[in-house]
Every structure is written in C-alpha cells, then in structure tokens.
C-alpha cells in the first residue's frame, strides 16, 4: 500500500487505523500522518474524531524527535534535560554558583570609582589638579568601550562552543586583568588593562542565558532574578572594597608598611581582593554543567519533512494563519517596531545616566573644596555609594515588586524618571552653598540612586 508505513502490509495497517479509531489522539504525529492520506486526515477532522489539539499534542513528540535527530551522542544539552525531568526542586548548588560568577564579574565595576581619582592623581599624568577627571573618564570608559565591542562576538561564541566556555574565559580575564590593573604604573597601561578586561569580560548575555537554561521552566524566572540581585549586592560590595581598602598603607599603617608590595602599589589590594574570589568562582565553574545542545548539522532535512509532515495534520485555516504570520515576522524589520525601540532607547539613557553619575558624584566628591567639591576619602566616597547601593537592593527585593503588581510596570518607571529630574536639579544648589555639611550628600545621593 502506498500510504502504509515502510511497506507494512495492509493487514497491519488495517489493524493500526481500527486501534486509532477505538483510541483517539495516542497516534504520534509522524506515524498518523503516514498511515492516513491528506483527504482521510481532513475527513477525520471534519467528523471530529481528531482536531487541533492533534497537532499541539504531537509538539512534544516533535521536539524530542528533534532533538533525537538533532543532537551529537552525549550532548550535555540533552543530559541536563534529563536530570532537570527527574529533579522537580530548585537547583540551589548551580544557582549559587551563578550568582557568584555574576557578583564577581559586576565587582570590576563598582569598586573603581572611590579610589579613580586618587590613581590617576598618583600616576601623575594630569599636569594640574582640575584635568584629573578628563584623565579619569578615559579610564573609565575603557571598560565599556571593550564590552561594547565584545558583545555580539561574545554571543555568537556562546551560541556555537557553549555557555560555560565563554564563562570560564571572562571569569580568567577578571583574575588577569584586573589584578595588572591595580599593578598598573603608567596612565596606558591602566587604559589598556581595563579595555581588555572589557574586552574579555563577555559574560553579560551568556550568563541570562545559562541561568535560564540550568533549571526547570518554572524556575526560569528566579534563575534571571539572581543575576540582576548579585548586581545589587555588587553595588553594595564592590564600593566599600574599593573604598577601605585602596591605599592601605595610609590607612592601616600597623598591618601595611610603605615597603610592602600594598605600599608600593596602593591600588592593589582591592583588585587582589576581588581577584581571589574571581578565582574561587572559576574553581566552581568545573562543577557548572554545560547547557548548549550540540547539533548535527547534516540532519535540518528531516527534521524540515517533519515539520512539514505536522503541518499537513492541521486544519486549512490554521496553516493559512500559520503562514501568514510567519510571513509577517520573516519581513517585518525590527527597527520600524517602534515599541521595541524605545524600550531599547530608554534602557540605553538610563544604563548611560547610571554609569555616567556613578563616575560623575565620585569624582565630585573627592575635589577640593576649593574647587566647589566635597573634600571626601576614597572611604567616605565608597560609604556613600554603598549605602545608596543599599537602597537600589531594598528597592528591587521589597519595593518594586509591589509597585509592579498593583501600579503596572510603566508608571514606577515614570516616577523614578521625574524623582531624577528633581535630585539633578538639586546638586546645583550644592554647588551654590560652599558651607553645607559632607553628610547631607549622602541623603541625597541615595534619594535620587534608590529612584533608579
């Protein structure tokens, strides 16, 4: 027969439609769609013997089929499929570790700003004390520029060779070039260092990604949630670290001489500090599983006649709705939707705004009062930021998921952007009042950080 599954005789196929017939539904899709022909499948969904719900049933057994044919023997993808089928609770070893590789590539960032203005007025390369913070802005932006560049390589490379792979790498690069960077002597090598710690560093998207990817569906959302709190955490920590301890020989002169390698590179402990738990968390990665299922890439062709054999169990309107719609998205640009971009663009000001005012209020803050600034330490400046660090985590842990529930997701957004407007505003009044007291400033510089 010529509809009879590899040549099975027609006796078979006879006793295979009278059990289809008696038991509904139970058919998997590739074999129900090659023993009926087209005009019996419409014939059968016209009596209502079989609708709709045929094809949605068969997804799953396309998308196991998909990876059986898909997949490379041993595929790490598929055996953490697996063990996730088995294991119902939420993997706390595997989120742990994620959040501490995230916490430790966020602390770089954050713990740079209290002693910035101190290191390139150490490395003597600004002539007079007013240049310092066109110096430090270089410095700064270096990081980012290097991350910029980065990213969609980074990406691409995660997507063919695996998550933990590009994991591994940007944690490295965190030990290497972070701590040459607290070794750095020249104003060049600081710019160097910290552009291909930049550079290397691509663990921003691979890691939402792996999160998402290590668990059970339903804990998908917590798994995202853990990397934007070790950024949280990050602003807290990483702040204080650089703050008490850049310079420790002027510090705490009983535990550091000037002789010592602290002494001679003052910026150095607090980079080796966050060195050593970057190494900490590359030694967790051996036990990360990888999460990319590797393909075989000479079997897309079946899988296609696959497909195609699903969708010719679907009704007519269906698949005329099916492929009107993926003729929608396969000529739709994304740039024209308009909706996406300006979430982009608005995501883009406020990442511009954060990282711009963070390196900003620093650097105000340790000029001289001479020159209308606040005269601070690297300790108070770390103090500072850490409290308002403190407040973005209170602020995400209790007081935005709340917001969100019952004031929806746009209008918390307006707020926080009016509350900016106003503390921005208020800093020229600082500027005006050479007499007001250092410790005002940390009202308000938490008020207007927690807002965002």
Known sequence: THHSPQGAPASTLALI????ARYPKRLPCAL?????????????????????S?????????????ERKLCKEGCPGCRLDEINKSKTGIPYLNFFYVWVVCLCAALPIQSLFPYLYFMIRDLEVAKQEQDIGFYAGFVGAAYFLGRTISAVPWGIFADKYGRKPCIVISILSVIVFNTLFGLSTTYWM???TRGLLGLLCGILGPIKAYASEVCRKEHQALGISLVTSSRAIALVIGPAIGGFLAQPAK??????????????????????????????????CIWLPETLHMYHDDKVEAIEEMEAQVADSTSEDRKAKQSGSCRMASTKNLLKNWQLMSAITLYCVFSLHDTAYLEIF?????????????????????TVLAISGFGVLVYQLLIYPFLAKYA???????SAAYQMHVCFFRYYLYFSLQHIHSWLTYMVWSSKYSST
């Open 17 to 20: 439609k009278a059990a289809d």
């Open 408 to 414: 929806g997701l746009v209008k918390p957004f307006r």
């Open 251 to 284: 510090k705490y002169p009983n535990l550091f001489s000037e002789e010592s390698i602290f002494g001679r590179f003052p910026y150095f402990l607090p980079c080796f500090v966050i060195s050593v738990l970057a190494a900490g968390a590359c030694l967790a």
């Open 54 to 66: 045929s094809a949605a049933a068969a997804a799953p057994l396309l998308a196991a089929a998909r």
């Open 190 to 192: 600081a710019i160097v």
């Open 32 to 52: 129900y769609c090659s023993i009926y022909s087209r005009r019996e499948r419409r014939e059968i969904m016209a009596a209502g013997e079989r609708n709709e």
């Open 362 to 382: 620093s650097l105000w803050a340790v000029s001289s009062r001479k020159y209308r600034g606040l005269s601070f330490t690297s300790q108070e400046v770390g």
